[in-house]
């Protein structure tokens, strides 16, 4: 998405929230619906929940990592007023995205620690990427292995349980069937998936993202929210991210299957498709999904 200024942002708003409130609100829904907090990087942490909650979210998945709303190395100042300033003001904060992949990390201890139950009770947490790199894929799962399993291990230390994130590309978890070796060994209570449809498909095609998220439900403890489509570009074909809903996700599919199997994490929507208008999207998107997940949960 296209970064916005703080002048952007209060030209716009005013409009968008007048629209957000307009929309009639759908039934409770048992997920809860969040917006990655990079989304909205013009704005402090302190001012994240009240335009949030304006905007007609519930929840704010916050971004505890470089360039995110509270830095790790900060996080002993800033990590505990930031959710404490979102909750403050109705919304809840039920995950936090960080870019840990080591209990070594040298800020680990105090991220998990003041989000974890003893300080703010955030359920979850998305651990950061690793990369396959050129040698054997085999050998690199067995590293990437112990360096999860000892943040895992961190993590239940203070009661926050980590979502690994399928992503596309060159990170391990690409597919989900290596996210599935990783873990299963270890306590499902502690890490789970972080269960994204739009890198799925992109990865699994027709039928490969479905036998994927039959896999992962089970284990899955929150979803990133986002949608794409292929294009041929300079004779490349590459993924253009969308406006959910428009791209080649089954979105009311995923949402079916979640709804049948009485998930009740947190839903994560991302922007991540550079509109013109940063604030109109976030609206109409929010819109899209709550319509989507208010049918799929009231079934």
Same mark, same amino acid.
């Given at each position: 998405?296209?970064? %916005?200024?703080?002048?952007?942002?209060?030209?716009?708003?005013?409009?968008?929230?007048?629209?957000?409130?307009?929309?009639?609100?759908? $039934?409770?829904?048992? =997920? /809860?619906?969040?917006?990655?907090?990079?989304?909205?990087?013009?704005?402090?942490?302190?001012?994240?929940?009240?335009?949030?909650?304006?905007?007609?979210?519930?929840?704010? *998945?916050?971004?505890?990592?470089?360039?995110?709303?509270?830095?790790? &190395?900060?996080?002993? +100042?800033?990590?505990?007023?930031?959710?404490?300033?979102?909750?403050?003001?109705?919304? &809840?904060?039920?995950? /936090?995205?960080?870019?840990?992949?080591?209990?070594?990390?040298?800020?680990?201890?105090?991220?998990?620690?003041?989000?974890?139950?003893?300080?703010?009770?955030?359920? @979850?947490?998305? =651990?950061?990427?690793?990369?396959?790199?050129?040698? $054997?894929?085999?050998?690199? %799962?067995? +590293?990437?292995?112990?360096?999860?399993?000892?943040?895992?291990?961190?993590?239940?230390?203070? #009661?926050?349980?980590?979502?690994?994130?399928?992503?596309?590309?060159?990170?391990?978890? &690409?597919?989900?069937?290596?996210?599935?070796?990783?873990?299963?060994?270890? *306590?499902?209570?502690?890490?789970?998936?972080? @269960? *994204?449809?739009?890198?799925?498909?992109?990865?699994?095609?027709?039928? #490969?993202?479905?036998?994927?998220?039959?896999?992962?439900?089970?284990?899955?403890?929150?979803?990133?929210?986002?949608? !794409?489509?292929?294009?041929?570009?300079?004779g490349k074909w590459r993924r253009r991210?969308?406006?959910?809903?428009? #791209?080649?996700?089954?979105?009311?599919?995923? !949402?079916?299957? %979640?709804?049948?199997?009485? !998930?009740?994490?947190? %839903?994560?929507?991302?922007? &991540?498709?550079?509109?013109?208008d940063g604030l109109a999207a976030i609206?109409?998107?929010?819109?899209?999904v709550k319509k989507q997940v208010a049918?799929?949960?009231?079934?």
């Open positions: 998405m296209r970064d %916005l200024t703080r002048r952007d942002f209060v030209r716009t708003a005013g409009a968008a929230m007048l629209q957000a409130r307009e929309t009639a609100p759908a $039934p409770r829904a048992r =997920p /809860i619906i969040c917006l990655f907090s990079k989304h909205l990087a013009m704005l402090e942490y302190t001012e994240l929940g009240g335009i949030l909650a304006q905007l007609g979210f519930e929840g704010c *998945d916050l971004t505890v990592r470089k360039g995110g709303h509270v830095l790790p &190395e900060k996080a002993p +100042v800033d990590l505990v007023r930031a959710i404490e300033c979102i909750r403050g003001e109705g919304v &809840e904060v039920p995950m /936090i995205t960080t870019d840990l992949v080591s209990a070594a990390d040298p800020w680990a201890r105090n991220v998990l620690g003041l989000a974890g139950r003893q300080y703010m009770k955030v359920p @979850f947490f998305k =651990p950061g990427y690793y990369l396959y790199g050129p040698g $054997p894929v085999k050998d690199r %799962l067995a +590293v990437v292995e112990r360096e999860l399993a000892g943040l895992v291990a961190l993590g239940r230390a203070y #009661g926050i349980a980590a979502g690994f994130h399928n992503h596309a590309g060159e990170y391990v978890g &690409e597919a989900v069937w290596d996210i599935h070796e990783l873990i299963r060994d270890m *306590d499902p209570r502690w890490i789970g998936y972080y @269960f *994204d449809p739009c890198h799925a498909t992109a990865e699994g095609g027709e039928g #490969g993202w479905d036998v994927a998220l039959r896999l992962a439900l089970p284990r899955i403890k929150m979803v990133a929210m986002k949608d !794409f489509y292929w294009e041929k570009a300079g991210m969308c406006p959910i809903g428009e #791209g080649m996700v089954d979105w009311p599919k995923v !949402f079916a299957t %979640l709804a049948q199997a009485n !998930f009740s994490g947190p %839903l994560s929507l991302h922007i &991540e498709y550079n509109p013109p609206t109409r998107d929010l819109a899209w049918a799929a949960w009231s079934t």
